[in-house]
């Protein structure tokens, strides 16, 4: 017999739900709760967006102090070279390639520059950086001690390393491990490239170099260890370092149209037959009337077309430059007997020396002449003679190099003829 459910009764009153009573009951103390609950959330949600704020603040002010925020908000050299490859018919394949090879050139120049970079850094900022107890102040620390090594200042470097041991002895910089952050270099041995290409295992079709082993340590440890290396160099081949005196006794002194003097003193000791040869070519007045046909120095607003980064000097010894008219300038021959052997005087081609140009094989062409105004030692030394030291006049030089060009596609590339004209009046040797 089946179950029905019985009519109700016409006027009988159904019974409330327990859920809609409980809610009619409290529904003042639910929303309140509810508002609680959701103020709440809110309010964590807005204390953490405002740590995070002051967190981008803080690394934004870091990342302004260290400079390390220009690369990021910089194009990088290749853009302009770039924009004149991506022609609105460019295919799209075109477009991909060239954009992946200047993504990769721009990685490869963050790196290139970070010297540059930390350099020139604020320090005053980074210093006031490095007194906090926050997470930027021991990579302040880092970044002054490296910003030390760049200038030269090594027991600076060592005070702001011994700092950051102090006050950080827990920080990954300082923490020795037996495998830290840290270069290693290709294995070195006594085969050519060739034998060690044949030898090489492959792996995954690429070749499987072997490196130096690790040096156990911290980065700090590695630090120090370098700046111990690079002063016990320094000790050893003081000549690289610190320009020597010259010791002739004899001063040759360039004067220029408007008066100014350039005197030299040669290495006469150092590199005996070229300093013979520039006295008797001064005493000859060779370059008498003669002007100053290039300067060379970093130029352009993009370094990827100047071809003379970190460069800085002044050529003279053209004699068709005794012509007023430029245009009439040419390199023409060395005289007989100008050109001679090359000699090794060990001095470096430090700013304020006296350098020849080299000639063809071991030759010097000791009738041109360089006036160095920037240290051009990784560029020129082992391949020009420095003949001798700019005893005054430095000033006179730096002048002529950051004089403007004559045309605007030498300020692009970093050398060519001078705008102005800077003459040799005479020359007198003293």
């Known amino acids: ?72 908000t910089e ?29 990769q050139l721009a990685r490869f120049e963050l790196l290139q520059d970070l010297g540059d970079v930390v350099k020139a850094a604020n320090a005053a900022e980074l210093q006031q950086l490095s007194q906090g107890s926050d997470a930027r102040a021991p990579l302040a620390c880092w970044l002054l001690a490296v910003r030390a090594i760049s200038e030269e200042r090594f027991a600076d470097a060592v005070k702001e390393l011994d700092r ?6 827990d920080h990954l910089l300082c923490r020795g491990t037996e495998f830290p952050v840290q270069f290693r270099a290709e294995k070195d041995d006594d085969k050519d490239q060739k034998e060690r290409e044949a030898e090489q295992p492959k792996r995954n079709g690429k070749d499987k170099t072997e490196y130096e082993p690790p040096v156990a340590g911290s980065p700090v440890s590695h630090l120090r260890a370098a700046i111990e290396a690079e002063l016990a160099f320094r000790a050893e081949h003081a ?13 040759i002194v360039f004067v220029l149209g408007d008066g100014r003097e350039i005197a030299v003193k040669l290495y006469a000791d150092r590199a005996p037959t070229h300093a013979a040869k ?53 390199a023409g021959k060395i005289a007989e007997g100008d050109e001679i052997g090359w000699e ?27 006036f160095t105004s ?18 005054s006049g430095l000033d006179v030089v730096e002048s002529i190099v950051d004089s403007p060009f004559a045309d605007e596609e030498s300020q692009q590339r970093g050398f060519g003829r001078p705008q102005d004209e800077f003459l040799i009046k005479d020359v007198r040797v003293e």
């Open 1 to 72: 017999m089946s179950q029905t459910v019985p009519p109700r009764m016409q006027g009988q009153i159904e019974a409330p739900n327990p859920l809609e009573l409980y809610w009619e009951k409290n529904k003042r103390w639910l929303i309140a709760g509810l508002v609680v609950v959701l103020a709440a959330l809110g309010g964590r949600a807005l204390l953490t967006k405002m740590e995070q704020w002051k967190r981008d603040e803080q690394w934004a002010t870091f990342a302004a102090a260290s400079g390390l925020d220009r690369d990021y």
């Open 75 to 103: 194009r990088a050299a290749m853009w302009s070279f770039v924009e004149m490859q991506l022609r609105p018919d460019t295919d799209p394949r075109t477009r991909q390639m060239i954009g992946y090879q200047y993504g």
């Open 239 to 251: 000549a690289l370092y610190q320009l020597p005196e010259a010791t002739s006794p004899e001063t």
């Open 344 to 370: 090794d005087s060990g001095v470096s081609n430090f700013p304020g020396v006296l350098a020849v140009e080299a000639g063809i094989g071991d030759k010097s062409q000791v009738e041109r002449l360089v």
């Open 164 to 169: 950051l041991e102090k006050d950080f002895p």
């Open 374 to 391: 920037a240290d051009v030692a990784g560029r020129w030394d082992g391949s020009r003679v420095v003949v001798g030291r700019i005893v």
């Open 278 to 330: 520039l006295l008797e070519l001064a005493r000859e007045g060779w370059w008498k009337g003669q002007r100053v046909h290039e300067i060379r120095r970093s130029a352009g607003d993009d370094p990827f077309l100047s071809q003379s980064a970190g460069e800085g000097e002044f050529r003279l010894g053209w004699k068709s430059t005794e012509d007023a008219d430029p245009s009439k300038w040419t």
